[in-house]
Nanobody, 124 residues
Framework: QAQLVESGGGLVQPGGSLRLSCAAS????????MDWFRQAPGKEREFVAA????????IDADSVKGRFTISRDNAKNTVYLQMNSLKPEDTGVYYC?????????????????WGQGTQVTVSS
C-alpha cells in the first residue's frame, strides 16, 4: 500500500528553521519527482518546491526562494524540505506529493500520491 508520511512540523519563532521529512513506502520512490505544497487557513493549496527523481534539479516557488531547500535521499525513500528564515506567512499545513512524472518540470503537474500533512506555525 502506497503511503507518504510527513514529519518535522511544529511551532517556531520568526527567523527560525525547521526541517520537514516525507517518508515514502509502497512505491518505487525513484520513479517520481517529489513536490512540497502548503495550505494556509482559508487559502488554496500552493506549490512550494519540487525535485527531480535523481535529485539533480529543483524548482522553488518565488515566495520561498533563497530560504527553503528541497532534497531527497533515494536510499531512504525520503524527501526533505529545509526551511530557514521562516516568516509568519509560511504558516500552514505542509504536504508532500509524488509526481506522476520523474521530472520536476513536467506539465501538467499530476500526482499519484499525497501525504496527510504536517502543521507548521511561525509565531512569536
Amino acid at each position: 500500500q502506497a503511503q507518504l508520511v510527513e514529519s518535522g512540523g511544529g511551532l517556531v519563532q520568526p527567523g527560525g528553521s525547521l526541517r520537514l521529512s516525507c517518508a515514502a513506502s509502497g512505491i518505487i520512490f525513484s520513479n517520481h519527482a517529489m513536490d512540497w505544497f502548503r495550505q494556509a487557513p482559508g487559502k488554496e493549496r500552493e506549490f512550494v518546491a519540487a525535485i527531480r527523481w535523481s535529485g539533480v534539479s529543483t524548482i522553488d516557488a518565488d515566495s520561498v526562494k533563497g530560504r527553503f531547500t528541497i532534497s531527497r535521499d533515494n536510499a531512504k525513500n525520503t524527501v526533505y524540505l529545509q526551511m530557514n528564515s521562516l516568516k509568519p506567512e509560511d504558516t500552514g499545513v505542509y504536504y508532500c506529493a509524488g509526481n506522476r512524472s520523474p521530472y520536476e518540470d513536467a506539465w501538467p503537474r499530476e500526482y499519484d500520491y499525497w501525504g496527510q500533512g504536517t502543521q507548521v506555525t511561525v509565531s512569536s
